[in-house]
T-cell receptor
Framework: AQKITQTQPGMFVQEKEAVTLDCTYD???????LFWYKQPSSGEMIFLIY??????QNATEGRYSLNFQKARKSANLVISASQLGDSAMYFC????????????FGKGNQVVVIP | DAGVIQSPRHEVTEMGQEVTLRCKPI?????LFWYRQTMMRGLELLIY????????DSGMPEDRFSAKMPNASFSTLKIQPSEPRDSAVYFC??????????????FGPGTRLLVL
């Protein structure tokens, strides 16, 4: 079974600063994918970034980057130059390549960006 | 392109009533997922379909819940009879699956269900 751990308390971040959200995972699968989703107060789940377990480079998507440390089983999300619109809950998730399509989610990290 | 479409966006009903949630996946996607989100339990996968066939329904809470996918562009999640503990946000998500990579799931806006 896969397990995602996000244990940081709610975070306040100054606008224009960077923030790192921690995510650790536990799996016996060798091939898997890691995802980050954003859920603003309006409630929708927005896909941000994906990292494959065999990808040698850390994934980047605009201001989002994923600090992937496979040996440590961590997949931290870095948001650079925070904006007020980044205030949201952020969820880390993973799914094995082989097997069923079940996406395992963490409990989420709350981020509030302050001006 | 249109994303995943869910209806209704909000539903308030009384205990014992039947509730039907609807989902239209992204065109061309072959997998569809129903999730439930509550404060206590977070995001839970209820059921998922691949090519319109239910693959894993182990997350469906009990017999009061049922899901169908009659074609590639439509799915329903039905609760009958509804109970107050079913109050939650229900998300539908879709993806295009291959056997090579774990595909990204794209979520709909969710249906906020309140059972009184």
């Amino acid at each position: 079974a896969q397990k995602i751990t996000q244990t940081q308390p709610g975070m306040f971040v100054q606008e224009k600063e960077a923030v790192t959200l921690d995510c650790t995972y536990d799996t016996s699968d060798q091939s898997y994918g890691l995802f980050w989703y954003k859920q603003p107060s309006s409630g929708e789940m927005i896909f941000l970034i994906y990292q494959g377990s065999y990808d040698e480079q850390n994934a980047t998507e605009g201001r989002y980057s994923l600090n992937f440390q496979k040996a440590r089983k961590s997949a931290n999300l870095v948001i650079s130059a925070s904006q007020l619109g980044d205030s949201a809950m952020y969820f880390c998730a993973m799914r094995a390549v082989y097997g069923n399509n079940r996406l395992a989610f963490g409990k989420g990290n709350q981020v509030v960006v302050i001006p | 392109d249109a994303g995943v479409i869910q209806s209704p966006r909000h539903e308030v009903t009384e205990m014992g009533q039947e509730v039907t949630l609807r989902c239209k996946p992204i065109s061309g996607h072959n997998s569809l997922f129903w999730y439930r989100q509550t404060m206590m339990r977070g995001l839970e996968l209820l059921i998922y379909f691949n090519n319109n066939v239910p693959i894993d329904d182990s997350g469906m809470p009990e017999d009061r819940f049922s899901a169908k996918m009659p074609n590639a562009s439509f799915s329903t999640l039905k609760i009958q009879p509804s109970e107050p503990r079913d109050s939650a946000v229900y998300f539908c998500a879709s993806s295009f699956g291959t056997t090579i990579t774990p595909e990204t799931q794209y979520f709909g806006p969710g249906t906020r269900l309140l059972v009184l």
